[in-house]
């Protein structure tokens, strides 16, 4: 089975301040993790995932397979980072399992 | 281009009605999904479609679900007897296709949702 834990359901920081969004997992064999975003009135989008390694929009996430962790990062949030974050989890057969997401408001 | 565009919006029906929802996937999608949010939680898997057929449907919740997807394109998503537990927001999503072996994996692309409601 697999399943995906975002312990924070929100999560308050101030313009120009680090934003952390934990996010954990439990699947017993190599997963691919994804963060999707849903900004205000506007559909699911994906944000980035692990695989690329790529920073969109500021944002990295590192796939700790030790902690079973991939937590997206922002060293200095914007006010338009105010979005619902999801972490999902892939296990290999194209469906995927996310999490119960994380608000985030970013206040000036 | 179009998005995933899927409709009605907004559907209110009552207690042990049916209901159809439907999905236009991106042009040239052979892939389409379907996942079902309730309040306060995340999506979750219902059906898989690669081309016309239902390559995985392990996450309908009973046979009171059902989706077809005829033509490989338009998919409808059809509930029968419809109870109040089923009012979640009913989203959909494609992909150009399903990833390859060795983990590759394609975006999916998600439309704006039904949210459906009944009383």
Known sequence: ?????????????FKGAPVELKCNYSYSGSPELFWYVQYSRQRLQLLLRHISRESIKGFTADLNKGETSFHLKKPFAQEEDSAMYYCALSGGDYKLSFGAGTTVTVRA | GAGVSQTPSNKVTE???YVELRCDPISGHTALYWYRQ????????LIYFQGTG????SGLPNDRFFAVRPEGSVSTLKIQRTERGD???YLCASSPQPGLAGGFYNEQF???GTRLTVL
Do not use: H, N
């Open chain 2, 38 to 45: 309730s309040l306060g939680q995340g999506p979750e898997f």
């Open chain 2, 110 to 112: 998600f439309g704006p």
């Open chain 2, 54 to 57: 239902a390559a995985d449907d």
């Open chain 2, 15 to 17: 207690k042990g009605k």
């Open chain 1, 1 to 13: 089975a697999q399943r995906v834990t975002q312990p924070e359901k929100l999560l308050s920081v």
């Open chain 2, 87 to 89: 009012s979640a927001v």
